[in-house]
């Protein structure tokens, strides 16, 4: 080999040795921090597995929000008009939290069914719906509609 | 009237824009001396008409006209007028203006100092700045016209959004697009070396200037960016990995490794092909960058989809610029010379690793930006890739590239000696080492062992910066008369910013505490050895908000150091609440306070942080971008013509 050939050969080992490297890190980093997004429709028939974190949207529970006294701990229910998800989270709340309005949460089921949340999520507007919750609360009409029909023919 | 006169000023950007593009490139093609030499005043008026444009929606906001819809949508008479100015750019229509009224101030500049370049080449590279001007006035004219009217005039503007409302937020954008839209100076450098077939050490000579300026701002934006989001979103942190940051992170990561590949290009005629992708790919990114933040597709695919217009004319803008260069590429790359060889221990190596690194590292932000993205289009489910992705892939693979930044400065061009440099770097490595085993006394901290990695790096980096300047101090003290050009200086400086950059996130992320905590007025607590009283709230009147605010006194060991007043606002034209963070800075730790949720009984919950170092990590960000502006500055950029012909050294004729 001439010198001149196996210094690109070096080269491109280096490259190829460098890249596969970045590549199998990045996958498994990839993998293993996935964060999948539940509807509560999706929550309640399953979907998630207990201790697993996830994302979930949907509508503040009108009447269901109840604080602790004395301590940061609340819990609510969020709802997608279909199903609703009982949550506790300690910790501070963001500026639009309320009743009614279109939230996400992160966190993990405990054994109950309850879901423990680690962060509350709300956007910078009070019109503001996170897509997501519109998107469950429309596609579990739409499983209504379906539903409704096929038993009243 | 003024904002007819502004949009007429836009139509006619766009046809001295297409001007400039046909005189630029085909007059340079053909070498025809009268096209040319229009080339000048043509892109000059250009850009006024564009600044001009600019100026009558500035005044529209200054006036309060609720005529124009855009005014209307993010304004308020209430508004503070310095924030009527930054409301020009406070949503779509406006930051697209303010990116072509960016693009022409860079034209101006070219226009202005690219007469000593060769008259084909300075008009291809205006040509090439124009072609892109074109493509955002047509853009901006049929699908986000910032002039619209609206019949009849709303009587009040919805209001600027408060989070906007603030000085970082005011110049942020526009160092960012500086920085974006300087890489299509780049762009166009490198379109127009292929364009005339000529791409040897003097083009990259010529380039560099731009680019480093261009990498400079986009630093000292995304520097503000973080700093904004520190005390302004109310939690603290200064990096989410979100997609909007992500957006301006990838062009910075190719583009720091474009200005490497073109001081290799220049000083060794190497690395051409490489140079020429990376300032095609720095581009792009910027391009795909406006197309993250301004199409929709981030808030949801959804969004995007039902109102696509945009982001597909963004993406087809994008695919056109960038099919287009790489076809050029493809037809003019074999006609490339090879550059100079080199040795497998030689500069070349190391900033060949430099690259690779801050390649791949932008191709692992760009999977965790797209995935998601492409999941949600294709209705393959929802997820998000979070912070723990991008600092599982991140920090490994910045590791050895910050061992390499230390290096790379001793080793020669072309063949290296290895124990040259490890004498060279023995007293930085000993240090470095020191400092590292210092650290791991923090051992009760979770962590520790990512501290002591993260100092070990950081002082390595730091002193490795600093043998350079004091081995030629040394050397003019002893009377020798040595030289030291600004770009190595430069190149000092940016790299001790960097060492700063990671000593601050490593301290602020392993040594901070924060606390969130209950608190009723007469209450006080202990974090990280700073005592927090909490005196009361009490209400606050702002000029266009109404506030809460409370009132916190801090001490330590007893002596007071400050009174600390953080408030929660309530902005009733637009209906929203924001969180305002009250901070004690200091260059060695900064002690922060946000109020949570007010509780029962005037409980309020609080969170209360102690973050060490934090200001380092902007005052890394500073120091990288003076380094590049002394970079930039150097006097061998600014020879002449002449002084370049008669220098058979560098230039090499394709």
């Not at chain 2, 780049?186 to 083009?203: E, I, N, S």
């Amino acid at each position: 080999m001439t010198p001149a050939r196996r210094r690109r050969l070096f080269i491109v080992l280096v490259v190829l040795v460098g890249v596969g490297v970045a590549a199998a890190l990045g996958l498994t980093a990839f993998r293993k921090n996935i964060l999948y997004y539940y509807t509560p429709s999706q929550v309640a028939a399953g979907a998630a597995q207990p201790g697993r974190p996830f994302r979930m949207g949907g509508l503040v529970a009108m009447g269901s929000v109840q604080r602790v006294p004395g301590t940061m701990t609340v819990h609510f229910t969020l709802t997608d008009m279909q199903k609703s998800v009982p949550i506790t989270y300690t910790g501070i709340l963001p500026d639009l939290f309320r009743e009614g309005q279109g939230i996400v949460v992160h966190g993990s089921l405990d054994g109950n069914g309850d879901l423990i949340a680690d962060e509350v999520l709300a956007k910078h507007d009070e019109k503001y719906m996170p897509p997501e919750v519109a998107a469950a609360i429309k596609k579990a009409k739409e499983q209504q509609d379906a539903s409704g029909k096929a038993t009243n023919p | 009237m003024i904002p007819e006169l502004g949009h007429l000023a836009l139509m006619l950007a766009l046809c001295l824009a297409a001007a400039q593009a046909w005189f630029g490139i085909v007059g340079g093609q053909r070498g025809d001396a009268v096209w040319m030499s229009v080339i000048r005043p043509v892109a000059t008026l250009q850009a006024l008409f564009v600044l001009s444009a600019f100026v009558a929606l500035a005044y529209s906001f200054l006036v309060s006209d609720f005529s124009v819809q855009y005014v209307a949508e993010n304004s308020n008479v209430l508004l503070p007028w310095p924030y009527k100015i930054t409301a020009v750019w406070g949503a779509h229509e406006g930051s697209l203006l303010l990116w072509v009224s960016v693009l022409g101030i860079w034209t101006l500049a070219v226009t202005w100092l690219s007469r000593h370049l060769p008259q084909e080449f300075a008009a291809r590279v205006l040509g090439v700045l124009g072609l892109i001007s074109l493509g955002f006035y047509l853009f901006m004219l049929t699908t986000s016209d910032p002039f619209t009217r609206l019949l009849p005039a709303a009587e009040q503007g919805r209001d600027l959004n408060p989070i906007l409302q603030d000085p970082a937020m005011a110049i942020h954008p526009p160092m960012l697009y500086t920085g974006y839209v300087g890489f299509s100076v780049a762009f166009a450098f490198a379109v127009a070396a292929l364009l005339g077939g000529r791409m040897d050490a003097v083009w990259a000579r010529w380039s560099r200037p731009w680019t480093l300026t261009a990498w400079l701002f986009l630093t000292f934006g995304i520097t503000l960016g973080s700093w904004w989001s520190y005390y302004v979103l109310g939690w603290g942190g200064w990096w989410f990995w979100d997609p909007v940051e992500n957006a301006s992170f990838m062009p910075w990561l190719v583009g720091t490794a474009l200005v490497h590949s073109l001081a290799v290009t220049e000083k060794r005629g190497a690395f051409k092909n490489w140079t020429v992708l990376l300032a095609i790919a720095t581009f792009s990114l910027s391009l795909l960058g406006t197309f993250l933040v301004r199409s929709g597709v981030l808030i949801s695919v959804h969004s995007f989809a039902s109102d696509p217009k945009r982001g597909i004319f963004i993406l087809a803008m994008i695919g056109v610029f960038v099919g287009a260069a790489l076809t050029l590429y493809a037809w003019r790359a074999p006609t490339l010379a090879r550059g100079g060889g080199f040795q497998p221990f030689s500069r070349e190596t190391l900033l060949l690793l430099n690259n690779i690194f801050l390649v791949v590292a932008a191709a692992s932000v760009l999977l965790g930006t797209l995935y998601p993205l492409f999941m949600d289009a294709f209705g393959l489910g929802q997820l998000s890739v979070g912070p723990p992705y991008f600092n599982a892939v991140f920090i490994p693979v910045m590791a050895p590239f910050f061992i390499l930044i230390g290096i790379g400065p001793y080793v020669r061009w072309k063949h290296g000696d290895p124990k040259t440099t490890a004498r060279t770097l023995r007293i930085a490595a000993v240090v470095a080492l020191l400092a590292g085993i210092l650290s791991l006394t923090f051992i009760h901290a979770a962590g520790f062992l990512g501290l002591a990695a993260g100092v070990l790096l950081a002082i390595w980096t730091g002193a490795s910066a600093f043998i350079e300047p004091l081995t030629r101090l040394r050397q003019r003290m002893q009377g020798r008369n040595v030289s030291f050009a600004r770009a190595t200086l430069g190149m000092c400086v940016a790299h001790f910013g960097a060492a700063l950059l990671v000593l601050g996130i490593t301290v602020t992320s392993v040594l901070g505490v924060e606390q969130d905590v209950v608190m009723r007025p007469g209450d006080s607590i202990t974090v990280a050895g700073y005592d927090f009283h909490f005196d009361g709230v009490h209400g606050v009147q702002g000029p266009n908000y109404t506030a809460t605010q409370g009132v916190f006194q801090v001490s330590k060991d007893g002596a007071p150091i400050a009174t600390l007043r953080p408030e929660k606002r309530e902005f009733a034209s637009v209906g929203n609440e924001t969180t305002e963070a009250a901070i004690e800075p200091g260059l060695f730790r900064d002690l922060y306070l946000a109020l949570g949720n007010s509780l029962d009984k005037g409980a309020w919950s609080l969170r209360v942080q102690y973050k060490p170092l934090v200001r380092f990590i902007w005052l890394g960000g500073i120091f990288m971008m003076l380094g590049g502006l002394l970079a930039a500055s150097d006097k061998r950029y600014r020879r002449s013509r002449e002084a370049e012909g008669t220098d058979p050294a560098t230039v090499e004729q394709v």
